[in-house]
């Protein structure tokens, strides 16, 4: 068994009943989500009102000047975007370690460092993809405008290249509920136990793929900046940085979670064995069916092909 101090999960056996709904329920919230989810409300009224007043306009167009400004750009509208289905779903695989006696005797190392093992791997991955994409420059399908089909109604390629990525990380997300609580395979589960960080790293990877795939207009701004220097660092450290302001939402919100409830969260995961496991497994596969369904089968009623139904908001 993997030190919980350091792994998100510990897989619990449970009657395959008992899996079967949590999976079922976790599933239909999920794609109950891709249906009311407004885009507009979290990536513009949200994320706007966090950014916006920091930066000093409208985070989607305001110019940026310099490689402090580009720094301090990318960690604000990080933060601002940090309310995304995959930073809360990560969220419930943190939440379980915030249970340990050094967290409920309020050694705050405790709890922040497996944040910073998600961090590390959050900065690789958006890093690396964000000095690749300078490196490529205006190819990059994120920041084309081109259309498929009809110049004017056809799909964009970006969004092409969001739903593909979404997707892929929604059944990653759901395979790695699935391990959790025993219903599917982990090919990485001796690594995990080895070496218990590396499952952090893994999360954290996750978090940073986001920015792979993350069509809103911050973002774009942002990516639009670092091309234009055509220096791979600058991509590196803003790509970096977008994604350390993901995580930092997700640890604050932890922290004072934590602080509120004055141990009562952290007693309510322990009181039954299982329940972190669960917990996770549940998150997962909701935002997973939500990623799937939202950026995948959508993407279809986008290109005309089937139904789907819509909100008068949407």
Not at 99 to 126: D, K, M
Not at 235 to 242: E, H, P, V, Y
Request: aromatic residues 12%; hydrophobic residues 55%.
């Amino acid at each position: 068994m993997t030190d919980l101090r350091l792994s998100p999960t510990t897989t619990v056996d449970e009657p395959e009943t008992r899996r079967g709904r949590l999976v079922l329920f976790s599933a239909l919230a999920g794609v109950a989500l891709a249906v009311i989810w407004s885009p507009r409300l979290v990536d513009g009224v949200i994320a706007g009102a966090i950014a916006d007043p920091v930066v000093g306009g409208d985070a989607r167009e305001v110019a940026i000047n310099g490689s402090l400004a580009a720094a301090v750009f990318a960690f604000i509208t990080g933060v601002g975007g940090m309310f995304t289905a995959c930073n809360i779903a990560v969220f419930g695989a943190l939440a379980p370690m915030s249970a340990q006696p050094e967290a409920r005797r309020g050694r705050l190392a405790a709890l922040l460092r497996p944040i910073g093992w998600l961090a590390v791997g959050a900065v690789v991955v958006a890093g690396l993809y964000g000095a690749i994409g300078v490196y490529i420059g205006d190819g990059m399908w994120q920041l084309s405008d081109a259309r498929i089909g009809d110049p004017e109604t056809g799909l964009r390629v970006r969004l092409i290249q969001s739903a593909v990525v979404f997707t892929v990380l929604g059944a990653i997300m759901i395979w790695y509920a699935l391990a959790a609580i025993r219903l599917a395979r982990n090919p990485l589960a001796g690594v995990f136990a080895r070496h218990p960080r590396a499952e952090l790293v893994f999360l954290g990877g996750l978090v940073g793929a986001f920015l792979i795939g993350r069509p809103f207009g911050m973002f774009r701004n942002m990516y639009e900046y670092a091309v234009s220097t055509e220096n791979p660092l600058v991509g590196f450290m803003t790509f970096a940085l977008q994604s350390l302001g993901n995580i930092a939402g997700v640890a604050v919100l932890l922290v004072v979670i934590t602080a509120v409830t004055r141990g009562g969260f952290q007693r309510w995961l322990v009181a039954e064995p299982g329940r972190p496991a669960r917990l996770t497994a549940s998150a997962f596969i909701l935002f997973g069916t939500f990623f799937v369904f939202y950026w995948g089968v959508k993407l279809g009623y986008r290109a005309g092909l089937w139904w789907w139904p819509t909100m008068p908001y949407d």
